[in-house]
């Protein structure tokens, strides 16, 4: 069992920046990627950025390349998600996950369902 912990989000104005955390408990030793999606309701979770728990690798979305960065710590067992420039569009419930690859599906997946509690991001215009 993982348990996943978030904190940051809010509400800013279009051209901010935020930055969203999310701690690891539990049994971090099965983790091989950490991941953040989004969500609005009524709408399936979406893929934004994965990374290897050993920070090497990320994995952007096409809509949030360039603008956000995600980032480990797995000695703290922290990951991050940096928002910059951010738009009204990126207005949602935004959660961290633990996440693996399908090659079948060809999409970034939370198999075991490791998901952190959820943290709103509510953009201006």
């Known amino acids: 069992q993982v348990e996943l912990e978030q904190s940051g989000g809010g509400l800013v104005q279009a051209g901010d920046s935020l930055r969203l955390s999310c701690v690891a408990s539990?049994?971090?030793?099965?983790?091989?990627?950490m991941g953040w999606f989004r969500q609005n309701s009524g709408l399936e979770r979406t893929f934004l950025a994965a990374?290897?728990?050993?920070?090497?690798?990320?994995y952007y979305a096409d809509s949030v390349k360039g603008r956000f960065t995600i980032s480990i710590d797995n000695a703290k067992n922290m990951v991050y998600l940096q928002m910059d420039s951010l738009k009204s569009a990126d207005t949602a419930d935004y959660f961290c996950?633990?996440?693996?690859?399908?090659?079948?599906?060809?999409?970034?997946?939370?198999?075991?369902?490791?998901w952190g509690q959820g943290s709103r991001v509510t953009v201006s215009s």
């Open positions: 996950g633990v996440v693996e690859y399908d090659e079948h599906a060809r999409a970034w997946t939370a198999p075991d369902d490791y």
């Open positions: 539990g049994r971090t030793s099965i983790i091989k990627y």
């Open positions: 990374a290897s728990w050993t920070g090497t690798d990320t």
